[in-house]
């Protein structure tokens, strides 16, 4: 259970990101580290490598000082990530972990670790999501219920502006400020170590998608908080290592759903629910999967 108060003076911040073919986005990610804090190039980074043998990554990382850690097999994001964190100095208090395709802002990793330092019950940290286009990406999420999760799922494609949706994406045109969250985007977050560490990181059962929702919820199951800092600003270019089969991935994305969902609401009394979730879960993945590769085969 997490306890109010300071947290120990001049923690060290370090960085981890998960590349999968990021050669043309690492460049740009390692750079902005450097304007990232007033400590600059001191922070330490790990670059963990899911498709090594393949490209540069390994001579970026070099050429910005960075550690790299190829993976001996592809074992999802979260895997991957929980053996970056476990690679950086044992004296690292805050971890930044975010995806090669984002460009972090001016003193980003400063306003968060401030800002999560104000309650050692924060255990993340999560900035402003900007999309390539300058539109803001809802990035401080409810946690799924049943309500907002099933009906997000249903209708999100069909009727962009449902009640659902809005309420489980707490959707805004701009920053609302801050304020906790159920659960904070993981394709840039900072998390305290020892929070991270003592509920066992990302859970590796999620190869894809919804391990940073497992998180906030477990977070906060523990008795921590999960902050939106929107001061703290960054800018997401596009998921690029997920645009090569995009049907495939929203396959894996509907995998992780169903499990987050099933353990949420597991117990033998809502064996039907879960029965219910699966299936319109799974229709619903067949559905889309059918309407991308319809659209791939036309262009």
Not at 99 to 113: E, H, Y
Not at 117 to 134: F, H, L, R, T
């Amino acid at each position: 259970m997490a306890k109010s108060g300071g947290s120990a003076s001049s923690p060290r911040l370090g960085v981890v990101t998960v590349s999968y073919g990021s050669e043309s986005v690492l460049p740009a990610f390692l750079e902005s580290v450097a304007d990232s804090t007033a400590g600059g190039g001191s922070v330490p980074v790990v670059v963990v490598d899911n498709l090594p043998g393949e490209g540069d990554a390994h001579a970026l990382a070099d050429a910005a000082g960075a550690q790299y850690l190829p993976m001996a097999s592809n074992l999802g994001y979260g895997a991957a990530a929980n053996a970056a964190i476990a690679a950086l100095p044992a004296d690292v208090d805050w971890v930044l972990i975010s995806n090669p395709d984002v460009v972090l802002g001016s003193c980003v990793l400063d306003l968060l670790r401030e800002a999560g330092d104000e309650d050692a019950a924060i255990a993340s940290v999560g900035p402003a999501v900007y999309n390539a286009d300058g539109t803001l990406y809802p990035s401080a999420r409810a946690v799924p219920s049943l309500r907002t999760g099933v009906g997000h799922a249903m209708f999100a494609n069909l009727w962009p502006g449902n009640p659902w949706s809005k309420r489980y994406r707490n959707d805004a045109e701009a920053p609302t400020g801050r304020r906790d969250a159920g659960w904070l985007s993981g394709s840039c977050l900072l998390v305290r170590r020892s929070a991270f560490d003592e509920l066992g990181g990302f859970d590796p059962g999620y190869f894809m998608y919804f391990e940073d929702v497992d998180l906030g919820y477990r977070f906060g199951r523990h008795g921590y908080r999960n902050l939106y800092e929107p001061s703290a600003r960054v800018t997401h270019t596009g998921a690029h290592s997920t645009n090569s089969d995009s049907a495939k991935m929203i396959a894996v994305h509907h995998t992780s759903a169903r499990r987050f969902l099933a353990r949420k609401y597991s117990g033998p009394l809502l064996w039907p629910v879960r029965i219910a979730l699966t299936a319109g879960l799974t229709i619903r993945s067949a559905i889309i999967g059918r309407r991308i590769r319809r659209q791939e085969s036309q262009s």
